[in-house]
T-cell receptor
Framework: EAGVAQSPRYKIIEKRQSVAFWCNPISGHATLYWYQQILGQGPKLLIQFQNNGVVDDSQLPKDRFSAERLKGVDSTLKIQPAKLEDSAVYLC????????????????FGPGTRLTVL | GNSVTQMEGPVTLSEEAFLTINCTYTATGYPSLFWYVQYPGEGLQLLLKATKADDKGSNKGFEATYRKETTSFHLEKGSVQVSDSAVYFCALGKAAGNKLTFGGGTRVLVKP
């Protein structure tokens, strides 16, 4: 079974430029997550989708970050304009479903995109 | 809210030494507990997990036991290798919203 795919793996941009990351989740996984992992810290959830709807974007800096999941499969995360503090690894994860109150559905992570903002 | 606290690194060991990384959590109910490993330049990999109290997760010589009474999930390995050098993250998974909460990570460096 193919895992979570992300591209690009690495990206270097100048501040104030824009950048986009792509994620393809595991086939059949309804829930998709984007995390930001700053060097030396644990991953922090940015946004969570259930199919093509947003269920949690409370930690997403909406003035510069946006994300979409058209057709409930692939997703893109965009930063516009980028700041120096956006340098991080952006991780995409997916799980079977969200909302089951009785148990946690394991999240599976992609390899991440390492963003450097100069 | 939910939180995970793990010991700060870096932890520096010699090959074949015993490794312990402490992890404690705060959560209501019965979360699932995980250890993830991140090798240099790579993404997160699930190392082991436990879904209920007293469960022991194990993989690649690593073990951790879900202790409800002490809200802990300490990671142990009896004899580390240079290839175990990585950052280890303890994490807590909750059913409500299917949220995963990470600790800050512990960097482990194993020297030959």
């Amino acid at each position: 079974e193919a895992g979570v795919a992300q591209s690009p793996r690495y990206k270097i941009i100048e501040k104030r430029q824009s950048v986009a990351f792509w994620c393809n989740p595991i086939s059949g996984h309804a829930t998709l997550y984007w995390y930001q992992q700053i060097l030396g810290q644990g991953p922090k959830l940015l946004i969570q989708f259930q199919n093509n709807g947003v269920v949690d974007d409370s930690q997403l800096p909406k003035d510069r970050f946006s994300a979409e999941r058209l057709k409930g499969v692939d997703s893109t995360l965009k930063i516009q304009p980028a700041k120096l503090e956006d340098s991080a690894v952006y991780l995409c994860a997916s799980s079977l479903e969200y909302g089951g109150a009785s148990f946690y559905n394991e999240q599976f992570f992609g390899p991440g995109t390492r963003l450097t903002v100069l | 809210g939910n939180s995970v606290t793990q010991m700060e690194g870096p932890v520096t060991l010699s090959e074949e030494a015993f490794l312990t990384i402490n992890c404690t959590y705060t959560a209501t109910g019965y979360p699932s507990l995980f250890w993830y490993v991140q090798y240099p330049g790579e993404g997160l990999q699930l190392l082991l997990k436990a879904t209920k109290a007293d469960d022991k997760g194990s993989n690649k010589g690593f073990e951790a036991t879900y202790r409800k009474e002490t809200t802990s999930f300490h990671l142990e390995k009896g004899s580390v290798q240079v290839s175990d050098s990585a950052v280890y993250f303890c994490a807590l998974g909750k059913a409500a919203g299917n949220k995963l909460t990470f600790g800050g990570g512990t960097r482990v460096l194993v020297k030959p």
